[in-house]
């Protein structure tokens, strides 16, 4: 089999995210049947599929597993999903994180994870910057995540990389449910608008 | 405890609520457009976050997922397949109902048009069961209003032995008691399960197997668990036969 990496996208390291019009031309095809076309969606968000479940999860076997069945999600949902709407990236990494989450939730290692993870220096960059394929977006990501408060930033961090419930937040940063709440919010408002996300 | 529920759109876009917040969440969703477009921008922003974890896939899952794909069938278009058929539906307000039974199918559809909700295979099952009913070419639709507020609708098909109970917007119940679906043949009532607390106030669509010799469906109300037997009088009573 040759290697999808090379084949389908040239140099990874080299290329952004496919445009958002490829991706939505594929998914509209996936939502007709088209096995191909799914390969193509399959190339395109396959890495940064795999790299959010492996952060939240941490276990790579495990993440492998949570991956495989987020795609197979993606293609039993396409029939229903409106692809005139330019979202299918964000609609799948969305589905990944849910289900990422509602992993680790289920998953007995829980504890001990939590107990070794030192949360003091903010979001654990370093561990994937060697693999990472587009530095432009995480440089964006880490500048914005720099513009917000620090219980912003790690109510954020503990919620969405962690799998966190805002109820466990406020036990982990001694605050009150409903200031964690408010933060979460504020916190994604700051980052939309620094990441320029149009609603 | 009453809280404002344009508050937990952050925590909802990082999947930061427990279960049932978010289900609740997302029928509230389902009713607040402003909270579905906030919703919608958190959760793009959200993916952002995601999208940086970038990194290359193990290139061996490649073939597993295309191999699995090849042997999953996908979903049917609900909405579109309902509208096409709705002609061959009997009664009245079926238009209506039937979009609000899809409604329930798509929680979400207000951000991506398409369930968010992650599902274990037994509920991907029964949702492709519903759209299996709701589909049928003999579908017919029984509703009814239920005393104390909200509506009960049965979508059944003689050819498939099968129907769907639509349940909308039922009062909330005290803590101790739920919601339970009976079927009447023989004369004698059968329980069809204890409706899920969250769709309390909310929506839901159950199916409902082998109602060939089902003459009438029912709800009561029973302690949380529910019966062996009806121990009030239903709330509502739909003729099926």
Known sequence: MPDPEHDRRGDPHAVPPPATDDLEALMARVARGDEDAFGSVYDALSGAVFGLVRRVLRDPVRSEEVTQEVFLQVWQKAPNFDAGRGRARSWVLTLAHRRAVDAVRHDQAAADRDARYDWSGGPAYDQVADEVTVRLEHEQVRRCLGTLTDLQREAVGLAYYQGHTYAQVAVMLEANPATVKTRLRDGLIRLRDCLGVTA | ?241
């Open chain 2, 1 to 241: 405890m009453t809280t404002d529920p344009h508050n937990l759109a952050g925590a909802y876009a990082l999947d930061a609520l427990d279960t049932e917040e978010r289900e609740a969440y997302e029928a509230h969703l389902s009713r607040c457009s402003d909270c579905a477009e906030e919703v919608g921008g958190f959760l793009v922003t959200a993916a952002r976050l995601g999208a940086a974890e970038e990194v290359v896939a193990p290139p061996h899952l490649r073939q597993g997922v295309l191999d699995a794909i090849a042997r999953t069938p996908q979903e049917r278009p609900v909405v579109v397949e309902l509208g096409g058929r709705r002609r061959r539906l009997k009664g009245w307000p079926t238009r209506v109902l039937v979009a609000a039974a899809a409604l329930a199918l798509v929680v979400g559809a207000a951000v991506f048009g398409v369930s968010q909700r992650d599902q274990a295979d037994q509920i991907e099952a029964q949702q492709a069961a519903i759209t299996e009913v709701l589909s049928a070419p003999d579908a017919a639709m029984v509703s009814a209003p239920v005393a104390g507020g909200g509506t009960v609708s049965v979508v059944q098909s003689a050819d498939l032995a099968k129907a769907v109970m639509v349940v909308a917007d039922l009062p909330k119940l005290a803590d101790g008691y739920d919601y339970q679906m009976w079927t009447q043949s023989d004369g004698t009532m059968h329980s069809a399960g204890v409706l899920p607390r969250d769709e309390q106030g909310g929506r839901g669509a159950h199916v409902m197997e082998d109602v060939s010799g089902v003459t009438a469906v029912a709800i009561s109300v029973e302690p949380a668990g529910g019966s062996k037997e009806p121990t009030a009088d239903p709330i509502v009573l739909i003729d099926t036969a």
